[in-house]
């Protein structure tokens, strides 16, 4: 199968041909989503071959009940899982009373899919010829409303070619789904009723366990050569489906057109028992503005977001498209409007990973939401973590953990951990690092200090209240070392001192105790009232600073280096370059057992340390540690090349910088690791922004300024970039020779550009 099969194209994503091996893997890729909602590219007419029907609602899940073999204290008892929900989008379509199928016809030729992501639209286009020897052109446009972001779509037409037909669309809802992943083959939703009126129809449903209330809707129009015509459909309804047949007798050569609006409103944003009267309400404003207003309104809506979120790149045409495609999915799959909403790693283009949040987000993705949009957005993304932190204290007392102390889960929808690997659930404690990073990382970059009085410090409190009660004295090395962890690198379970989760267990106490000093002296309010909430002493906070002042690192002379973990040293140390190409990927070919004794490395672990916390360390110690773990590193998650690419830039390695850049902007395009049809990778996709910005760009801020050291790779001509900082917006426009800056804002910004000051004023272009 031809992985490689994306033609280059700056603003869209193009398939020519029909293929039915690569179905699977082209629904991941052309995947909608509005943040609300969102499904794979599935075909509205019925398709027969192998297909992995989805469509996802924002915050709906079902906790699936965890399957393991043991059981132990603490351990997670079910898995969240994103639900595939009821079908709207389908639409049969009967000529002369065979169905097309693509899979079963005579030829399909011409067929042609986009996803226009310029202006937010999947179209398809093709001609067939079925059994009955009738050849039909079909095109087809659909969208997921930024708007009326609980709406969808559909415009689908067909004109025979060779004969007259007589052709039925049948829409229809269909609730009977299932998930490909589910543990148990539970059923996860319960049809309450089906009912239709005048060309709508609405099936509304309960998950099971979770008690989400929702409403399938749907509302169709058909036309002949573009004029409306009313045909009183014939109406098929059972328990969990309804379908509408709108037939006419077509003649050759005419065109015979559906528009079909459907979606779903939630109990979340509405009274359960008025979600038929909302749908209602919707429909109307959908059907009154129609298919083409609300798709005009569609385009503006994406110029909005790509005039602050655009990268370009001129002189190669696949980096263009993959920034592209990685800045059009993480804004189809949050937009920040809703605090009670995440990131999943596969956003809404499958269920591998159960839709849940993960440390990706505050790893990864803020960085991209505050910089690309208002600094709300990304607020929401930490008040996400202080609405949960009753959780996540209620996480840490099931391992035992007293006091106050919070471990946020590794995986979760509401706070709880629903993660059911152990190694991972217990061990992968890196995690709450990045919670209280992200804390740090919002205020270093918008300057807006408000949140950590007002919540934040409370979740610093929890999490360095639980590194404290983690570590363990050691009499023999007179450390507090950190014992039986998972760091980033999840092909190493269960060793001692990883390097990044001791570093960042010291930090996160040091930075817990700088923000309750500083608080006690600026917020007096705030701190009286939180000390009142948490109990905090001066006792405690001594016990704190003697686990950070006295943490293990483990470090080897001979090679001048932090050692990943105690006994990565006693691996068989082989590099990469000299592993045989058919042991690769080592996920998929080897062992558990084999992978764990390896030192091969997943994604960026001491290095990670090395990203998060570059100032404390010096450029030679940077390239001593990059030059030891990168040959041992398979980038085999898809959060590592992002990381090495930002690296290799401020090393000055641009081609390394570059290889690794394309790895991760076109991981998903290219199917790299051969996984596609699964869905995207979408956290990781903030990973590529960054590696533009803050690898290429070499953006910074440092000391509240604003700071830049550009860089660009041989293969560009030139490349831009915007950044939002503080509500002031930046253009970057780096080319083979210079730099140009510009500022859209009411005040002049001094920035530094490879350390020297420039001021730039309001609308005007600074050349460095």
Not at 496 to 517: D, K
Not at 534 to 545: D, G, P, R
Not at 736 to 764: M, R
Request: negative net charge.
């Amino acid at each position: 199968m031809n992985n490689n099969y994306i033609q280059p194209n700056n603003w869209s994503i193009i398939e020519e041909g029909f293929d039915a091996s690569r179905i699977k893997s082209s629904e991941s890729l052309f995947s909608i989503g509005n943040g609300a909602m969102g499904q794979r590219a599935n075909f509205e007419e019925n398709y027969s071959g192998a297909t992995f029907q989805g469509s996802y609602i924002a915050g709906v899940y079902y906790p699936d009940k965890t399957r393991v073999g043991w059981w132990k204290n603490g351990y997670p008892e079910y898995f969240a899982k994103v639900l595939n929900a009821p079908n709207w989008i389908g639409i049969n379509v009967l000529i002369n009373d065979e169905q097309l199928d693509l899979f079963t016809c005579k030829k399909v030729e011409n067929f042609r899919r986009e996803l226009n992501m310029k202006e937010g639209w999947l179209s398809r286009s093709f001609t067939a010829t079925l059994q009955n020897n009738i050849e039909v052109k079909v095109e087809t446009k659909r969208f997921l409303s930024l708007d009326l972001d609980e709406v969808g779509a559909i415009h689908y037409q067909i004109t025979p070619i060779n004969a007259d037909a007589t052709i039925t669309f049948q829409p229809y809802l269909d609730a009977g789904i299932t998930n490909e992943d589910s543990n148990w083959d539970d059923k996860f939703w319960n049809t309450l009723q089906v009912s239709h009126k005048n060309h709508q129809a609405f099936i509304q449903s309960k998950t099971m366990k979770t008690d989400f209330y929702i409403c399938t809707f749907m509302e169709s129009k058909v036309f002949i050569n573009g004029n409306y015509v009313l045909i009183e459909p014939n109406i098929e309804a059972d328990a969990n489906y309804a379908s509408f047949s709108y037939q006419y007798n077509v003649k050759k050569g005419e065109t015979y057109t559906i528009n079909k609006f459907g979606g779903y409103t939630v109990d979340r944003n509405h009274d359960k028992s008025k979600l038929v009267s909302v749908a209602k309400t919707v429909l109307e404003k959908a059907t009154l503005l129609g298919f083409d207003n609300l798709l005009e309104q569609q385009k503006n809506a994406w110029a909005t977001i790509w005039k602050t979120s655009d990268i370009t790149i001129s002189g190669d045409v696949k980096a263009q498209q993959g920034i592209r495609f990685n800045i059009f999915q993480l804004n189809q799959t949050y937009l920040g409007k809703d605090a009670r909403l995440n990131i999943g790693p596969k956003g809404f283009t499958g269920e591998k990973y159960g839709g849940s949040t993960y440390w990706d987000t505050e790893a990864y993705c803020i960085p991209f939401y505050m910089a690309t949009k208002n600094q709300e957005v990304a607020r929401n993304l930490l008040e996400y973590r202080y609405n949960h932190l009753e959780k996540a204290i209620e996480n840490a007392e099931k391992l035992s953990f007293t006091n106050g102390a919070a471990l946020y889960p590794m995986v979760t929808m509401n706070g709880e951990e629903c993660h059911n690997e152990w190694e991972i659930t217990f061990e992968e404690i890196h995690r709450n690092g990045a919670i209280a990073y992200a804390i740090f990382n919002y205020h270093r970059f918008t300057g807006d200090y408000s949140y950590i009085p007002e919540k934040g410090l409370e979740v610093l409190i929890a999490i360095a209240r639980f590194w404290q009660q983690r570590a363990t004295f050691s009499t023999a090395k007179n450390k507090y070392v950190i014992l039986g962890v998972t760091g980033p690198n999840e092909y190493e379970n269960n060793i001692n001192n990883n390097f990044y989760t001791n570093y960042l267990a010291q930090w996160c106490i040091n930075y817990a105790i700088e923000n309750i000093e500083k608080i006690k002296s600026e917020f007096d309010t705030d701190y009286t009232r939180i000390m009142n909430k948490v109990k905090l002493s001066t006792a405690e906070i001594s016990k704190w600073k003697q686990v950070a002042d006295n943490m293990y690192f483990p470090f080897s002379e001979e090679h001048n280096i932090y050692l990943q973990q105690d006994g990565f040293l006693d691996k068989e140390l082989i590099t990469v370059a000299d592993l045989d190409k058919s042991n690769r990927p080592i996920n998929q070919k080897w062992s558990w057992d084999r992978i764990l004794r390896s030192p091969y490395i997943k994604q960026a672990d001491v290095l990670q340390g090395f990203y998060f916390f570059e100032d404390k360390f010096s450029i030679e110690e940077l390239e001593r540690h990059f030059d030891f773990y990168e040959p041992f590193t398979v980038h085999e998650s898809s959060l590592s090349p992002c990381v090495h690419s930002i690296q290799a830039a401020k090393l000055g390695r641009m081609e390394q910088a570059y290889q690794f850049y394309l790895q991760t902007s076109r991981l998903d395009l290219d199917d790299y690791n051969h996984e596609v049809e699964e869905g995207l990778h979408i956290t990781s996709m903030a990973g590529t922004w960054m590696s533009i910005v803050e690898g290429f760009g070499g953006m910074r801020v440092k000391n509240s300024i604003l700071t830049f050291e550009p860089k660009i790779p041989k293969q560009w001509e030139t490349y831009s970039f915007k950044v939002n900082f503080r509500n002031q917006i930046i253009k970057v426009n780096v080319s083979q020779n210079e730099t140009n800056f510009e500022l859209e804002g009411e005040s002049e910004l001094q920035i530094l550009v490879n350390n020297k000051s420039v001021i730039i004023l309001p609308n005007s272009l600074v050349t460095v």
